[in-house]
């Protein structure tokens, strides 16, 4: 089952959520310039703006007594990853506010990657639809250089007038969640002098309600469409970094009429993480701390050349590094979001695990096999894998069904990312602008949106 244009059959209910979530909002608040939260009338152009928001629910095959299903949000080719949604959304409403005021808007947003190239793909098909012209709107990325090799080339970069409108920025150092820290600081430090100079308004976009907003969909779509048996859980599997799409498919759910909540159970969560950041999982079972001392000791097996520890069924049994880095995307520590999902487990269900690369790599080929029936292609080489999202999930669950930490006999696992390194044409870092804090970030916004 696909539905082609999830944002346009969910329109009005988006609506009403931003509006629920945002409405009563100052603009003028400590946060800075926002839009608004209306969305633009549902035109044809419009329509074809969001005509990239598909999702789709297929069968996988069952494993061990548990029925595998796939909710797949990756069905935008140029972004093939959930961001896709939330960014859309947030972009619709710089698109009213344009046109209702004429004003330009600059958005500038921090990302492990995914949503950096989400945003980009918004604003270019707010163009390209006529929704909008690129001196009306444009969008400035910071992203750590570890996700470089993610980023993908689209028209906002070959096409020299809007390459240089919609500049990439990276952050070299250590830390990279600190391109928030950079992002902010412009909006904080610098956005009177960018606003006065460049004739626009800056929107620093990291709000958690935009994404729950679009996130909304995943909980519509399922009670309309593959909902769950009255008498029987469905458990929801989902690689998270700060868990976003979860808190929005639980939004989603409490905003269902009373009597459609009332034909199934609640909704059970388990979160997937990596232990370069696994610290909602960690914050799960830790009381709410995030201290990697409570991660299990690992010990180095000579024979298999593997660091091993058989102490706690929800960490890796295996790994190449006890401090390795999976994936760059789930790069957030200590998100903001734990407290309330670990509420929403504790009182409805589920769990948390951590996977390796090791992990993952044992299982690739039966993992590639599950998704080849749902329709989803992974290389036939994981090192041409790009986006672990996905495998990192599927992985998860069948690692917890495995060690007895799922009892669900109805699984769905949402799919957030998959892409390889030949789906799309590369960028490198000499393409992009080197920024070290937010004064740098304020020279590359400032020439890249000059005054009208």
């Known amino acids: 089952?696909?539905?082609?244009?999830?944002?346009?059959?969910y329109y009005d209910e988006i609506r009403a959520t931003l509006r629920d979530l945002l409405g009563d909002r100052d603009d003028s608040d400590a946060d800075g310039f926002t839009?608004?939260?209306?969305?633009p009338e549902l035109t044809p152009a419009m329509r074809e703006y969001l005509s990239v928001s598909a999702l789709g629910h297929a069968g996988m095959p069952s494993y061990r007594g548990r029925r595998l299903a796939l909710l797949d949000l990756t069905r935008n080719p140029a972004t093939m990853t959930t961001k896709t949604f939330a960014s859309l959304v947030i972009v619709a409403r710089a698109i009213r506010f344009i046109q209702d005021t004429g004003q330009r808007v600059t958005i500038v947003t921090p990302s492990s990657?995914?949503?950096?190239?989400?945003?980009r793909d918004a604003v270019l098909r707010a163009i390209r639809t006529g929704l909008v012209d690129a001196a009306q709107l444009n969008v400035v990325t910071v992203v750590p250089e570890g996700s470089v090799a993610k980023l993908r080339s689209s028209e906002l970069f070959t096409d020299p007038a809007l390459r240089v409108r919609n500049p990439i920025a990276v952050y070299g150092g250590e830390a990279p969640g600190t391109v928030k820290t950079i992002a902010l600081g412009l909006a904080e430090q610098f956005r009177?002098?960018?606003?006065?100079?460049c004739e626009t308004n800056l929107w620093y976009t990291l709000q958690l309600e935009n994404y729950l907003a679009a996130d909304v969909v995943r909980a519509l779509a399922e009670a309309e469409l593959f909902p769950s048996a009255p008498d029987q859980a469905r458990l929801h599997v989902h690689a998270v970094s700060s868990a976003y799409g979860l808190l929005g498919h639980a939004y989603g759910r409490s905003r269902l009429p009373e009597d459609?909540?009332?034909?199934?159970?609640?909704?059970?969560?388990?979160?997937?993480?990596?232990l370069g950041a696994p610290d909602m999982v960690l914050s799960l079972y830790n009381n709410g701390s995030t201290d990697t001392a409570n991660l299990p000791a690992y010990a180095f097996d000579a024979e298999t050349g593997l660091f091993a520890q058989g102490v706690d069924p929800r960490y890796p049994a295996t790994t190449f590094d006890p401090g390795e880095t999976l994936d760059p995307t789930f790069y957030t520590r200590n998100p903001p979001t734990s407290p309330r999902m670990n509420e929403i487990i504790r009182s409805q269900g589920g769990g948390g695990i951590v996977v390796s690369l090791a992990e993952?790599?044992?299982?690739?080929?039966?993992v590639r096999a599950m998704l080849g029936e749902a329709g989803v292609r992974l290389p036939a080489n994981p090192t041409e894998l790009r986006e672990w999202s996905l495998t990192m999930a599927v992985t998860g669950v069948l690692n917890a069904v495995d060690r007895g930490l799922v009892t669900e006999t109805d699984i769905l696992v949402h799919g957030s990312g998959s892409y390889s390194a030949g789906d799309y044409g590369h960028?490198?870092?000499?393409?992009?602008?080197?920024?070290?804090?937010a004064e740098d970030l304020k020279h590359v916004v400032l020439k890249a949106t000059p005054s009208s």
Request: proline share 7%; with cysteine; glycine share 4%.
């Open 360 to 366: 993952c790599l044992s299982r690739y080929g039966q």
């Open 192 to 197: 009177g002098v960018v606003e006065k100079e």
């Open 113 to 119: 990657a995914n949503k950096a190239i989400a945003m």
């Open 35 to 39: 839009p608004g939260v209306e969305l």
């Open 260 to 274: 459609v909540r009332a034909r199934t159970l609640p909704p059970r969560y388990l979160l997937v993480q990596h």
């Open 427 to 437: 960028l490198t870092v000499r393409d992009l602008h080197p920024v070290e804090d």
């Open 1 to 9: 089952m696909v539905l082609d244009n999830a944002l346009v059959q």
